[in-house]
């Protein structure tokens, strides 16, 4: 279905016979998805409050069970928070906030 060729450089060609070969080949290729990171609601609360913000537990327990703060999962019965979702939640519910969330200065 397809050759691999050393080139004389030391780098490699892949031959395929036709579209239809490339597109097989190329789905066939895991593609790599980002690891998101979790995050407690203690971790939230810390968060916040490094930046200066007050988040009351039921703010970001009732944001969660929302679905409020996208990917949240209860597990366990604690709240497993994909960290960026979080950041961007935050950012929302701070405005003013937005440039010292993600580490700005200025606008």
Not at 2 to 21: C, H, M, Q
Request: with cysteine; aromatic share 8%.
């Amino acid at each position: 279905m397809y050759n691999i060729v050393a080139e004389k450089d030391g780098s490699f060609t892949i031959k395929l016979p036709n579209r239809s070969a490339l597109l097989q080949f190329l789905t066939a290729i895991p593609q790599a998805q980002p690891e998101e990171t979790y995050i407690t609601n203690a971790q939230a609360m810390q968060i916040a409050q490094e930046r200066g913000l007050t988040l009351p537990a039921s703010t970001l327990i009732s944001a969660c069970s929302r679905g409020t703060i996208e990917g949240a999962q209860k597990q366990g019965g604690r709240w497993k928070i994909p960290q960026h979702s979080f950041m961007r939640w935050l950012s929302k519910e701070h405005p003013d906030e937005e440039a010292a969330l993600w580490g700005e200065s200025g606008h």
